[in-house]
């Protein structure tokens, strides 16, 4: 397969206006590896970006959550630019960076909102571009990219557990943004057996080890962190329950998780590669 990446800027969005949704139909036939968002708007200003395909809702962050992403990966940051990310650059293998990208096909329907706040002091008109970073089609999509928010109950001081996280025999998380600072440990085991077991202090440790930045304020499972996604990404298949407890300093209302998950949705083309 010709890679290929290079920039290609978007038509303009539809019905941009402060405290409404714009909208941009994405044109299938390509592989889509980001979408560039550049705009005179704060990050709060962004209430949410979402991707829509084929009436599944594969993309649900905020300005926010587009620049955590960024900060724990090490990314760049500059004022009035956003990444939606499908392939993952950070990772150290070809492979992952390729299975992780967005492909597209003929018959898809694939709708971008932005969700606009308020306007601030001295603004007059929102303005939003658009740019992709895409590379040469693909004849079929195996791999599918998501971002989206799950919450979870987290009452107790101590032991809270969520057990309701969506799952599939294919799906495979990439990072999970528990958006709390009261989650001090987290444990999480499949089917009765831990898989994985460290407090908020050596998690930490580990992500900095393998230069990825910690986020104040939360904690962040991040399986891949040493840069590969064959073999780390967590697998979310389990035949009886699979149970992550977080342990809080203090009780909260919710926890809201953002999930970055890699699918394989054509199973049969994937044990064939």
Do not use: W
Not at 68 to 76: D, F, L, N, S
Request: hydrophobic residues 40%.
């Amino acid at each position: 397969m010709t890679i290929h990446a290079r920039i290609k800027k978007m038509t303009s969005m539809s019905g941009l206006t402060f405290d409404g949704i714009a909208s941009l139909i994405i044109p299938t036939g390509l592989t889509y590896e980001s979408l560039i968002i550049k705009t005179n708007l704060s990050k709060e200003q962004l209430k949410e970006i979402k991707l829509t395909l084929n009436d599944e809702a594969i993309y649900t962050p905020n300005g926010t959550d587009l620049v955590m992403v960024q900060e724990h990966k090490g990314e760049p940051i500059v004022d009035g630019i956003f990444v939606v990310p499908f392939s993952d650059t950070s990772l150290r293998e070809q492979g992952g960076i390729t299975n992780s990208a967005f492909v597209t096909e003929r018959n898809d329907s694939i709708l971008l909102e932005i969700s606009v706040g308020a306007a601030k002091e001295g603004q007059t008109a929102p303005q939003i571009e658009i740019h992709a970073v895409v590379s040469d089609a693909q004849a079929t999509r195996i791999f599918l990219p998501r971002m989206t928010y799950q919450s979870m109950q987290a009452g107790a001081i101590g032991d809270n557990d969520f057990d309701n996280l969506v799952s599939a025999p294919y799906r495979f998380i990439r990072r999970m943004f528990f958006k709390s600072d009261a989650v001090t440990e987290l444990e999480i085991k499949r089917d009765y057996v831990e898989e994985f077991k460290a407090p908020k202090e050596i998690n930490d440790y580990m992500l900095r080890q393998n230069e990825c930045t910690p986020i104040a304020g939360m904690y962040v499972f991040n399986p891949i962190q040493r840069g590969f996604l064959a073999g780390y990404g967590f697998p979310t298949l389990h035949a009886n329950e699979l149970k992550f407890r977080v342990t809080c300093s203090k009780g909260v209302s919710n926890i809201p998780i953002l999930i970055e998950s890699t699918e394989v949705v054509r199973p049969d083309l994937f044990t064939k590669k």
